[in-house]
């Protein structure tokens, strides 16, 4: 209101003055120097909420992570450290009970909320109580298997499950799950979650800083937290979180013109970005965690003319793809493909060849796929000849009337659409004819039921996305691939089965890879599951993705984290 | 013509009630989901859990209801009491109209935002309408000059490269190169004395002129196909022939009965005022009521796009109303009865 | 020509007339000539510059102009011109069927809604239903809805043709009607039309030969506006993974793509931004022309 007020009166003021303004440009400096004690972050999707609980994206999460914090986090090399815990509890220390089915915290005894009041063990137990009684809380998976969470004394907290859990961390371990304060959020259990929009906006926390101003969807002010821990921390007294555009202009504003200190998830064009790099601003970072683009293979027919009774339905086995069932063509669609090229035109040193769906943490990254770093066109021919496929008069292989030609589709990016592109004339050269079709990533993603372009629904041949799992463990991950997470109408599509594999071989691995503690066996059983999904080809590994974010040059500290949130030390980060 | 009003008035409520259900049905139909931007690390089933805590389980009509009780009964009872601070029944048991993105009401985001919209969106409407009627008059009366023909191409230049292109272009130009102008709209930046005036001046001045050329292009096009055709019109000869100045010819006689288009265009303009220059608002953030829109729809933000789009279709039906009074006004002839 | 004048002379004159005043209307000239250029180019060129416009030369990525590619490669190693010229086939054509479409919807509804009183309620409410419905979610509707029948039926690239056509002309119709109705309401108390009505014309007639040809000029303008307006929605559409296939060329599809690279390769941009620039300029310039040439008052001077 201020401002518009103040507009109006300096509004005449200023039409008069218009003609001698030259002086005014000489008197501000046209770009403003990087102000000392301001941070200036820009993510090119905007906040929602504070709360992530009940956030609708990463971004709300990260944000968040500027406030609110768990007991531990994953560091820039995807070790735990404690954050409010005094120390990551394990078998060896007592933390962690003999038979895995508990865990118990000792929190530090020096964490005040930015009110001034102290961090005690019933915030946490709440905190849990919370997300476990919430309608659609986002962390809920942090909380399978929980059972109880109980505040043992002022500083010490224990969590036990229901079954036994070899990672037992993930409650309160990542910014996808941290602790909110129980005086703030003690009317805002259950169903009054979502009315709480005050404190959904305005979260008190025990991180660096404290919000100021939050105006969804498009900027959140912060303040530094007069309590903070560590003194001296965070460098700057204020900081502002501006959402909105896209990635592109995100980058310009950090690497060219300078306006801002911090830009978040740069998915550009590796030429443009060096370009943007080159006026010497700023910086591109890079970080590899788990995200891994693939190929996803549809084992079951996907014929429109089948309806919504059999298309890309599993039917027991019965309904399956009229050629990619077959694991020649499988694997020569695989060999055609020049991952290298693909990260050199859409990736640059955002990527790396990979041919692993499970790429890191390096114990558990197998190293039995390697191969298929190189293309072979003439492999590929051959495998396609053997089994039967021939060139027909068009230039496309056939077999028994059945042409291979491939509907695929991705979610709209201009890098996606890049790589599927490169990818179509690849195929070409093996006698594959390739339709393109790319859908707004809000349907792509989303899970509506009514939808016929979900990657669940999968209603084409081969479909394109990354995904990645959270922290360093890939148990659910990799249980995401047994025959009962087909997606079908029999569980409203909700699998993530996408494939749609159905393996015995692969369920008895998910079975003992959740019964396993030890961590060298763990590693094994994962890299065993990795070999069988990226052997027979149901899932084909393009390219290790990583983070790629830029600051500005004057901005010092940034160690980008692949595993967490990438604002996770902003506490540390200084001029 | 005030009775012409009235019924209008009054016929505009079932329209507005039929928008009202067509909007929601549409919303509803389109695949687009409010979990699209989540994680892919979360589940499906939690995703689930998550659709049906925003309502999605129950039936259309159900939601539809909840809506219509929320926007047209409990959003004008909390602005009464608001604006005259008193109470009506318990305030907090009635559910407001809640954003699924933010969780916040929808009536405050929209508020908060209408500032810099208006701002911005409203200053290119009135530069782009004070840039285009004079050229489109002297376009006219210039017919094939020199002058009009760089006004044919400018506009056509100007319209038909979009504003993506053009918003890019002076970013590359005046923030990249020459470093004069921030390309990030502040929002939250303060007006409070001439240097932070100055400030607010060179932040609004790309957006609003971009958008203003986008704006007058069309605009000046219309104004002077509609000055073209009275030109040559027997009364224009005829106030010539009475010995009045051209200008009092040109600027009164003429004018006056070639805005019948140009208020047509203004007129239906103005509600784009309040929707916002979705592409000019992403592209240099300044996060008004475009933005906000295109951030629900791509959100599948279901309750934030039905309510902006109707106050959106409010504005509409309530301007063609005011566009067909003026009509009466600038030529008497027009009869609606 | 004197001996057909003879034949028909009432044929004859108007028609002839409104040529001759064409023909003397330097810039409808240049404007026709501009764009026989672009449609030919467009037409013949792919047959002179034969590159694929979809082959990936990727060992020659984000190229200068050469004599190879007169206009350069893109990031992915395509000809720049070969994708103009294709590009140009499909935006010509998306770009005027369905600025035809919306014209056609549009004068219809105004001019009907103007004239006959009963049907301008009901008519305009409708417009304004139209204008008040968000584009974005209206096109994924009826993607979900009729992408999958009509590409079963027509095949991939003509199905996604008419799907496009008709989404653009649909929700492009509304300002033209708003335009024309006003203009109808202000000609249908015009002495003539009275005087045509006083003598018991019928109203199809009068409709025809003194209300149209007096609210032609907004609706010129419209048509010139709306091919701009089509083919800009038509990129916006196949960006958004609602048009034809992403490795499809079109115009606006090449200016949205290039405009990220305007620093590294500014023709990417430059070339289909002149491109769309000109056929509206040049269409601009002959309905100008068209206009003049149909007014009689302007015809004999």
């Known amino acids: 209101m201020r401002k518009r007020i103040g507009l109006i009166a300096l509004w005449t003021a200023a039409l008069a003055a218009c003609s001698s303004e030259e002086l005014a440009i000489e008197e501000i400096p046209p770009q403003q120097e990087a102000d000392e004690d301001h941070l200036k972050i820009l993510y090119w999707q905007a906040a929602s909420i504070l709360n992530p609980y009940l956030s609708s994206g990463t971004k709300d999460v990260e944000a968040a992570s500027m406030v609110l914090e768990p007991l531990a986090h994953y560091d820039d090399n995807g070790t735990m450290v404690p954050t409010l815990a005094v120390d990551i509890p394990t078998v060896e220390n007592g933390g962690v009970a003999p038979d895995l089915r508990s865990i118990t915290w000792k929190l530090r005894q020096d964490i005040l909320w930015s009110d001034g009041t102290p961090l005690t063990a019933a915030d946490v137990a709440f905190s849990g109580q919370y997300c476990l009684q919430a309608a659609g809380c986002n962390a809920a998976p942090s909380f399978a298997d929980v059972a109880a969470i109980e505040a043992l004394d002022d500083h010490t907290v224990h969590i036990s499950f229901g079954v036994e859990k070899p990672f037992p961390y993930r409650p309160f371990a990542g910014s996808v799950s941290p602790v909110l304060q129980r005086a703030q959020f003690a009317d805002c259990l259950g169903a009054k979650a979502v009315a709480c929009t005050e404190q959904n906006f305005h979260p008190i926390g025990t991180g660096p800083f404290q919000v100021e101003q939050f105006r969804a969807n498009d900027v959140i002010v912060f303040s530094a937290n007069p309590h903070y821990r560590e003194p001296g921390k965070p460098a700057f007294a204020t900081a502002t979180f501006k959402g909105g555009g896209d990635a592109a202009s995100a980058a310009r504003a950090v690497l060219e013109t300078g306006e801002f200190d911090y830009a978040w998830n740069l998915q550009v064009e590796p030429e443009v970005l060096e370009r943007m790099a080159a006026a010497g601003k700023g910086e591109v970072l890079a970080a590899y965690g788990t995200l891994v683009e693939r190929l996803i293979v549809n084992q079951t027919n996907d014929d429109p003319n089948l309806g919504p009774g059999g298309r890309s339905l599993y039917l027991d086995g019965g309904n399956p793809h009229p050629f990619l069932a077959d694991p020649a063509v499988r694997r020569a669609l695989s060999l055609a493909i020049d991952r290298q090229l693909l990260v050199d035109a859409g990736y640059g040193a955002g990527g790396r060849v990979t041919c692993n769906i499970v790429p890191a943490p390096a114990m558990y990254a197998s190293s039995a796929n390697d191969n298929c770093r190189t293309q072979d066109i003439d492999e590929a021919n051959r495998i396609l000849d053997a089994a039967g496929w021939l060139p027909g008069g068009d230039g496309v292989r056939a077999k028994d009337d059945v042409r291979l030609s491939i509907l695929f589709q991705t979610s709209t990016n201009s890098v996606r659409q890049g790589t599927q592109a490169l990818i179509k004339q690849m195929w070409k050269e093996i006698g594959v004819e390739t339709e393109l079709r790319n859908i707004d990533g809000a349907v792509f993603f989303g899970s509506d039921p009514g939808s016929p372009d979900t990657l669940q629904k999968f209603y084409v041949d081969i479909q394109m996305y990354t995904n990645n799992f959270d922290g360093t463990d890939p148990e659910t991950y990799l249980a995401g691939w047994i025959c009962s997470q087909i997606p079908g109408p029999d569980n409203q599509w909700l699998g993530t089965n996408s494939p749609r594999l159905c393996s015995p071989e692969y369920d008895a691995l998910a079975r003992r890879l959740a019964g396993t503690a030890a961590l060298a066996e763990r590693a094994a059983v994962a890299k065993r599951m990795n070999d069988v999904l990226v052997q027979n080809h149901y899932l084909i590994p393009l390219i290790w993705r990583a983070r790629l974010s830029a600051r500005a040059k004057t901005l010092k500290g940034v160690r980008l984290n692949p595993w967490d949130s990438e604002l996770w030390n902003v506490a540390d980060w200084h001029r | ?337 | 020509m004197p001996a057909t004048a003879q034949e028909m002379p009432t044929h004859r004159s108007l028609w002839m007339d409104v040529w001759q005043a064409f023909r003397n209307h330097k810039g409808a000239l240049a404007g026709m000539a501009v764009f026989a250029f672009m449609t030919l180019a467009v037409l013949i060129g792919p047959y002179l510059h034969d590159i694929d416009p979809q082959y990936l030369d990727t060992q020659a990525r984000n190229q200068g102009s050469s004599l190879a590619h007169p206009l350069g490669t893109d990031n992915l190693g395509r000809d720049v011109l070969a994708q103009l010229l294709s590009g140009g086939r499909v935006s010509l054509a998306v770009g005027f069927t369905a600025m035809l479409l919306s014209l056609v919807l549009g004068t219809g509804v105004g001019v009907l809604a103007g004239y006959f009183k009963r049907l301008d309620g009901v008519l305009m409410r409708t417009t304004d239903l139209f204008l008040a419905l968000p584009l974005l979610p209206l096109l994924l509707v009826a993607v979900m809805l009729f992408r999958d029948a009509l590409r079963s039926a027509f095949g991939p690239e003509a199905g996604i043709f008419l799907l496009i056509v008709f989404v653009v002309g649909a929700t492009s119709w509304m300002q033209t009607a708003r335009i024309v109705r006003g203009e109808v309401l202000a000609v249908k108390e015009r002495e003539f039309v009275i005087a045509a009505r006083s003598i018991g014309t019928r109203q199809r007639r009068i409709v025809g030969r003194h209300i149209l040809p007096n609210v032609l000029s907004p609706i010129m303008v419209s048509a010139t506006l709306g091919i701009a307006n089509a083919i800009i929605t038509e990129s916006a559409l196949s960006f958004l993974g609602l048009g034809f296939p992403p490795d499809f060329p079109t115009w606006g599809r090449l200016l949205f793509d290039g405009a990220n690279f305007i620093d590294i390769a500014p023709a990417r941009a430059l070339w289909p931004g002149l491109a769309i620039s000109l056929t509206v300029l040049s269409v601009n310039y002959i309905g100008d022309g068209l206009r003049d040439a149909l007014d009689p008052r302007l015809r004999g001077t």
């Open chain 2, 1 to 337: 013509m005030l009775r012409y009003a009235t019924r209008r008035l009054l016929f505009a409520v079932p329209t507005l009630l039929a928008i009202s259900f067509v909007l929601f049905a549409l919303l509803d139909l389109a695949p687009n989901d409010p979990t699209g931007q989540l994680p892919l690390t979360i589940p499906p089933e939690v995703r689930a859990q998550i659709r049906d805590s925003m309502g999605l389980d129950q039936p259309f009509p159900v939601r539809y209801a909840k809506w219509l009780e929320s926007f047209f009964v409990n959003e004008p009872l909390n602005l009464i009491e608001e604006m005259f601070d008193v109470q009506i029944g318990d305030s907090s048991a009635r559910p407001r109209v809640l954003s699924w993105a933010t969780r916040g009401p929808v009536v405050d985001l929209i508020v908060e935002r209408l500032p810099q919209t208006l701002w911005v969106v409203g200053l290119s409407y009135l530069v782009g309408i004070l840039i285009a009627l004079p050229i489109g008059i002297v376009s006219a009366y210039r017919q094939y000059s020199w002058f009009d023909q760089i006004g044919a191409f400018v506009s056509m230049v100007g319209f038909s490269v979009p504003t993506f292109f053009t918003g890019l272009l002076a970013i590359t130009v005046f923030s990249v190169m020459l470093q004069w102008l921030p390309s990030i709209y502040d929002t939250t930046h303060e007006v409070t004395d001439l240097a932070s005036f100055w400030v607010q001046i060179k932040q609004i001045l790309m957006p609003v002129l971009v958008l203003a050329l986008y704006n007058a292009a069309q605009l000046s096009r219309f104004m002077r196909s509609a000055m073209l055709d009275n030109l040559n019109l027997d009364y224009v000869r005829t106030a010539r022939a009475k010995g009045l100045r051209e200008r009092v010819v040109l600027l009164v006689h003429v004018l006056r009965n070639s805005m019948i288009p140009v208020v047509t265009m203004i007129a239906l303009g103005v509600p784009t005022i309040f929707g916002g220059a979705i592409i000019t608002e992403q592209i240099f953030r300044v996060n008004g009521l475009g933005q906000l829109l295109v951030v629900a729809i791509q959100g599948a933000d279901i309750p934030l796009v039905q309510t902006l789009t109707f106050l959106f279709a409010v504005l509409i039906v309530l301007f063609n109303l005011v566009a067909d009074v003026l009509y009466g006004i600038l030529d008497p002839r027009i009869r609606y009865e």
